[in-house]
C-alpha cells in the first residue's frame, strides 16, 4: 500500500509536472531573440578634479564617462515616455502581440497601459555597471528583426535624451549669464547717459580738473599776495605811505586780493553754481560709471568663461556594440528550465516523503 501511494505521488508530483512542461517547452514556448547594445554616456572634460581639468582643457578636452547621467538614461530607456515612443514607432505592442500560441510570454490584446510597461520592463533590461560605467541595453521579440529594431531605436532616442539633457544645462547657463551681460551692458549705459547729462547740464567737461586749477590758483594768488605784503612792510620802512612806489605795490596787493576772492567765489558761490559741489557729484557719477565698466567687463569675461564652460561639459552617448540580428534564439532555455524543473520537483517530492513517514510515525 505504502508502495503504490509513493508511485501514485511520485507521477503526480514528479512525472506529470514533467511530461507538461516538455509539452510545453517543446510545442507552445515561443521562441525569444534578443538583441544587445553597450553604450557609455561620456563628456568633454571632468570637473571633479581641478587638475584634471586644466589637463583636459590643453589636451583639448578630456572623455569621462559620466555615472548620474548614464542612471538618468537607464531609467529613460524603462520609462513609459520611451514605451509610448518606441510603440508609436515601431508598433511595439502588436508586436508582442503577434505571438498567439504562448500563453505565459504573450501580450493580451487590450491590456491597461500599466500592465504593458509591466511587460515591457521584463522584456527590456538595462544594467548599469558601475566599475566600467558602461550601460548594457538587451531587449527581447518574438522575431529577431523586432528584437534588434527595439535595441536601435531606443539607442536612437538614447542619443536625442543625452544631448537634450547636456544642451538645456548649457543653454540655461549660458541664456544666465547673458542675461547678467544684458544687465550690465544697460546698467553702464545708464550711468554713461547719466554723466553725460551732467556735463550737458552745467557746461563743464571735468570740474574736477576745473576744481583743481581754481584751488591750485587760489594757492598761487595767497603766495604772492604774501609775498607782496612783506614787500610792502619792508618798503614802509625806509618810505612814505603817499610814495608811488608803495600806492602802486598796495594797488598790486588789493588786486590779487580780489581776484584770490572771485576764484574762491567760483568754488563756493551757489550763484556761480559751487563748484566744489558739482565736483563731488561729477566724481560720484564718474565712479558709478568706472563700476558699471569694470562690471560689465567682469560679466563679459564670464559670459566667454561659462561659453567654454558648458561646451567642456556637453556629453554625448557613445555606442560600443551596436546592437546585433540575434541569430538563435536565447529562450526560453528549455534543457535548462527543465532539468531545473526536474530537480526541484524530485526535492519536493522527497520533502512530501519525508512529511508522510512523519506523520505515520505518530500514528503508530
Known amino acids: 500500500m505504502i508502495d503504490k501511494t509513493k508511485k501514485s505521488l511520485f507521477f503526480w508530483v514528479v512525472i506529470a509536472p514533467t511530461i507538461l512542461a516538455t509539452v510545453y517547452f517543446t510545442f507552445i514556448a515561443a521562441d525569444r531573440y534578443v538583441s544587445e547594445s553597450i553604450v557609455t554616456v561620456r563628456q ?20 569621462t564617462p559620466s555615472r548620474e547621467e548614464s542612471l538618468y538614461l537607464k531609467e529613460y530607456i524603462r520609462s513609459l515616455d520611451m514605451l509610448k515612443h518606441l510603440d508609436a514607432k515601431l508598433g511595439l505592442r502588436k508586436a508582442y502581440e503577434s505571438e498567439k500560441l504562448d500563453l505565459l510570454y504573450r501580450l493580451y490584446r487590450g491590456t491597461s497601459q ?17 566599475v566600467t560605467g558602461l550601460l548594457s541595453i538587451r531587449t527581447e521579440g518574438f ?39 544684458r544687465k ?10 547719466q554723466l553725460l547729462a551732467f556735463q550737458n547740464k552745467h557746461n563743464v567737461f571735468d570740474p574736477l580738473a ?47 586780493k580780489a581776484q584770490t576772492a572771485k576764484e574762491q567765489q567760483k568754488v563756493t558761490s551757489e550763484k556761480g553754481g559751487r563748484l566744489n559741489a558739482i565736483a563731488a557729484e561729477f566724481h ?12 560689465y567687463k567682469a560679466t563679459l569675461a564670464a559670459v566667454e568663461t561659462t561659453r567654454i564652460d558648458a561646451s567642456r561639459k556637453l556629453k554625448s552617448l557613445v555606442v560600443i556594440q551596436s546592437p546585433a540580428k540575434p541569430e538563435i534564439a536565447i529562450y526560453p532555455q528549455r534543457i535548462y528550465n527543465l532539468v531545473t524543473l526536474l530537480v526541484a520537483l524530485t526535492l519536493l517530492y522527497g520533502i512530501l516523503l519525508l512529511v508522510i513517514a512523519t506523520v505515520q510515525d505518530h500514528r503508530d
Open 184 to 193: 550690465g551692458g544697460d546698467r553702464l549705459q545708464t550711468a554713461k547717459g
Open 284 to 295: 560720484n557719477l564718474t565712479l558709478e560709471a568706472g563700476f558699471a565698466e569694470g562690471a
Open 114 to 130: 500599466e500592465w504593458f510597461l509591466w511587460y515591457y520592463r521584463n522584456r527590456v533590461e538595462a544594467h548599469f555597471d558601475d
Open 210 to 256: 576745473q576744481a583743481q586749477a581754481a584751488a591750485a590758483l587760489t594757492t598761487q594768488l595767497e603766495a604772492e599776495i604774501v609775498r607782496k605784503e612783506t614787500a610792502l612792510k619792508a618798503m614802509l620802512g625806509f618810505m612814505q605811505e603817499s610814495a608811488a612806489p608803495v600806492v602802486e605795490l598796495r594797488n598790486e596787493i588789493n588786486a590779487l
Open 143 to 181: 522575431d529577431p528583426d523586432v528584437a534588434q529594431a527595439i535595441n536601435r531605436e531606443i539607442l536612437a532616442q538614447s542619443e536625442r535624451f543625452v544631448n537634450e539633457i547636456s544642451h538645456r544645462l548649457a543653454r540655461e547657463q549660458m541664456a544666465f549669464a547673458e542675461g547678467e551681460l
Open 44 to 63: 568633454s572634460g571632468d570637473t571633479t578634479s581641478s587638475v584634471l581639468s586644466g589637463l583636459g582643457v590643453v589636451l583639448g578636452g578630456l572623455n
